[in-house]
């Protein structure tokens, strides 16, 4: 398993796709500080407030979204280079293979939500520094990069059920994409705890004023049961015949359509 991970960390360092992680990342937090300045009013642009929104923009926005992307794109290289092949003659099942992806796209969150981060810090010390102290600096860390990994957290089971498919993913980004959307409607409100991208927010004591009451029991059970589920969908993985065999009858059905 660690070499599967060793191997994956390895790739990416061929792909240009984690670049988009980067800019949805450094897009969060340049679209936290137009919202805080131009919304503040006669209020002080405070780095708390700030690192606030730079998180409520990663989970409803550019984390869900960036996750998936990223995480299905390296399973379906895999399918796309017929790597896939080679790789299980060695022998690795293709739900072992699965796990060692799901958790290497588990240290690129880490380091993403570590930029956002830095991110938050450098902008925040240039447009929001009132009031900006170790103990803020240190909390916008902790939730900033709690709130990330819950959201990678959210978003396995897509990566998991779309990653058995070839050329299936982008289904998945776009399905995260509104599934994060749809926290903003959610987050602040009753259903928070049980919608499983903003069940973070109450485990971190995420507080943007509104003086929610969080119920983190309730979250962590939410976020509990998505990983029972995402266990589900790769003990259910379909093995690597089958998959192909799926795949080029697709394939096949779709040059008949094309020619006629």
């Known amino acids: 398993m ?14 240009n796709i984690l670049w988009i992680g980067v800019v949805a990342v450094l897009f969060s937090a ?12 006669s209020d002080p642009l405070t780095y708390e407030s ?37 790789i299980l003659t060695v022998p690795i099942s293709l739900r072992k293979l699965l796990v060692g ?28 520094n009132i009031n900006i102290s170790v103990t803020l600096i240190v ?7 709690s709130v990330n990994l819950y959201c990678y957290v959210a978003v396995l089971p ?14 998945g980004v776009g399905i995260a994409f509104v599934y994060g ?15 499983p991208i903003t069940a973070g927010l109450g485990l971190v004591g995420y507080n943007n004023g509104a003086g929610t009451v969080y119920q983190p029991l309730i979250g962590a059970m939410t976020l509990i049961v998505i990983l029972i589920l995402t266990t589900i969908l790769l003990v259910f993985t379909p093995n690597y015949d089958k998959v192909m065999t799926i795949s080029k009858k697709k394939g096949i059905k779709h040059k008949k359509y094309s020619h006629k």
């Open 2 to 15: 660690l070499d599967i991970i060793t191997t994956e960390f390895q790739k990416i360092k061929r792909y």
């Open 30 to 41: 340049l679209l936290a500080v137009f919202q805080v300045v131009s919304s503040h009013g």
């Open 50 to 86: 700030f690192a606030n929104g730079v998180i409520w923009n990663n989970f409803s926005l550019s984390f869900p979204f960036g996750i998936t992307l990223i995480g299905g794109y390296l399973i379906n290289r895999e399918y796309t280079d017929q790597t896939l092949k080679n």
């Open 101 to 128: 992806k799901l958790i290497a796209v588990g240290g690129i969150a880490v380091l993403l939500s570590l930029f956002s981060f830095l991110c938050t810090f450098i902008l925040g010390l240039l447009f929001c």
């Open 139 to 145: 909390k916008s860390l902790v939730q900033i990069l």
């Open 158 to 171: 897509i990566i998991a059920y779309f990653g058995r498919k070839q050329n299936a993913f982008l289904t």
């Open 181 to 195: 959307f749809c926290g903003v409607f959610v987050a602040g409100r009753n259903l928070t705890d049980f919608y």
